[in-house]
């Protein structure tokens, strides 16, 4: 695959879709991860003027944001860092959830998400940005994202490129390597990393998309997996016409 080509057609596609959208630039969530690091990096390409990362920490891994702080001043786009630790903790207490043990573990992780996403309308209404998503397509097929929370955005610039595609999308973009080699993770809690979590490798789930192969179980799991999260990939569905 030519990246140069791949990074020109989205970059231009994004200007298009901002256009579209009558809005005036890019607002992107930075996690300190290789695909926001991505987005960013053809954001501000997109618009170099009016492109901003906010970096949302969330009872986070500090080293997340020192990358998330080295992807913005590689990229030289102007980020905010806005700490949502505070209110996470503020909605858990209103929610008579702090340190409850009984609660699933994903119904307060996804918490997390959320609360970003709506930090990131608030700087898309602020600007009158779009706001602009980093999920790739090997995520997306999965559903491995949080409905209404990282999946709660304008558009998907990078939503047709599986994760090894990514990466060198990231290569040819001159990431930082620190951020390209590091263990993908959504940072919901402490250790968490995707293929942990998710149950297998990106190099199995990319095959399985771009190939069709994986061991039976692998292929299973992933099968299920995308049946389960098709409502994510949805509008949510309208009740019976009456006449």
Request: glycine share 8%; aromatic share 8%.
């Amino acid at each position: 695959m030519n990246y140069q080509l791949v990074a020109k057609e989205i970059v231009n596609w994004i200007k298009n879709k901002i256009n579209e959208a009558g809005a005036k630039g890019a607002v992107v969530g930075l996690s300190g991860g290789l695909d926001s690091a991505v987005v960013m990096a053809l954001c501000q390409r997109a618009c170099p003027s009016n492109s901003l990362g906010l970096i949302m920490p969330c009872n986070s891994n500090p080293e997340d944001v020192i990358d998330a702080k080295l992807v913005g001043e590689h990229l030289k786009v102007p980020y905010k860092i806005i700490d949502l630790t505070e209110t996470y903790n503020v909605l858990l207490a209103a929610l008579s959830a702090k340190d409850n043990n009984v609660i699933p573990q994903m119904a307060l992780a996804n918490i997390k998400p959320r609360l970003r996403m709506a930090t990131l309308y608030y700087y898309s209404a602020l600007n009158d940005y779009l706001v602009v998503g980093t999920g790739n397509k090997s995520e997306i097929l999965i559903g491995y994202y949080t409905k209404y929370g990282d999946g709660g955005v304008d558009i998907e610039p990078i939503g047709n490129l599986v994760k090894s595609e990514v990466v060198q999308l990231a290569r040819y973009l001159e990431i930082p390597e620190k951020i390209i080699t590091k263990a993908p993770t959504a940072g919901l809690w402490e250790g968490q990393t995707d293929e942990n979590e998710m149950g297998f490798t990106y190099h199995e789930l990319d095959n399985y998309i771009l190939f069709g192969t994986a061991s039976e179980t692998v292929k299973n799991r992933i099968e299920r997996l995308i049946k389960l999260s098709e409502h994510k990939r949805h509008t949510p569905p309208i009740g019976p016409v009456f006449k």
